[in-house]
């Protein structure tokens, strides 16, 4: 028999579009703003200037341009939880690309501008049926939607950490899917019933194999908010480091994700 199929949950498409064009423009009206020696500084992407970021978070929308120019797949063969291991085999290439990009558009603001604009006319162009092939597989534009919704947040939060002050603000519906996404990864990476991850508002999901809980409170429990969690899940943030912090509440034998952690880079 095949194997069975990973479940994801469901995300209501109208909402994740409108989530994704609301932190891009977040980000987009943030870019306008950076001067010369911002755009130069260093990011904690290891060799990446704030330039190579900003470029890279138009490779967010642009890769659905560059996508729904290729042939249509025939069938879908991917799925959401398949995405975040696939893009980290991809990183080099990914890096390569994103320097390539910042060197062409000495203007990030006039590049964001016209990638959102070429973004626009493709989601008009394209239901949210139509299948992309991605490094992941072959997936409905809806579904690679909710993938962008982490790129941008997660990469806000670089730019955030690279420019003091900066403070560019997240959209709730793209934080939440964020959140949500890479919290079914960690469920899925650590199947199981054993421990309870809470991420209030956005996320909670059962993991890691042992005694499953039917009621009550259950014996080992992970609880943080979305941005530490998001942090943990991408290689931002060490476990050891969140528990010495108390950015995270951790419970029970089998309430330590270090082994599991990061999920993505």
């Known amino acids: 028999m095949p194997p069975a199929r990973k479940r994801t949950r469901s995300y209501d498409p109208a909402r994740i579009r409108a989530a994704v064009l609301a932190q891009f423009g977040n980000v987009r009206a943030a870019a306008a703003g950076l001067t010369p020696d911002q755009l130069a500084l260093p990011t904690r992407l290891g060799d990446w200037t704030v330039r190579d970021l900003v470029a890279h978070l138009g490779m967010s929308l642009g890769a659905v341009s560059r996508l729904t120019g290729l042939p249509e797949p025939a069938r879908q063969d991917g799925t959401l939880l398949d995405w975040p291991s696939a893009i980290a085999a991809d990183a080099a290439d ?13 203007d990030p603001a006039a590049h964001l501008a016209a990638t959102e604009e070429r973004f626009t006319a493709d989601l008009a162009d394209h239901p949210g049926t139509r299948l992309l092939a991605t490094s992941a597989g072959a997936l409905p534009l809806a579904d690679y939607l909710v993938t962008r919704t982490v790129e941008l947040v997660v990469h806000t939060d670089d730019l955030n950490a690279a420019i003091p002050g900066l403070d560019i603000p997240y959209d709730r519906q793209a934080l939440a899917a964020c959140t949500r996404l890479l919290a079914d990864v960690l469920a899925a990476k650590a199947p199981g019933g054993s421990t309870e991850v809470r991420v209030p508002p956005y996320a909670v ?7 499953r809980h039917t009621r009550g409170t259950p014996p080992n429990v992970v609880e943080t908010d979305p941005l530490t969690w998001i942090r943990l899940a991408t290689g931002r943030l060490a476990w050891a480091q969140a528990l010495r912090d108390a950015k995270v509440n951790a419970s029970g034998e089998r309430a330590d994700l270090s082994v599991y952690l990061p999920l993505m880079k």
């Open 94 to 106: 990914i890096a390569a690309y994103a320097r390539d990009l910042a060197e062409r558009h000495p």
């Open 205 to 211: 999901v059962q993991c890691v194999e042992g005694p």
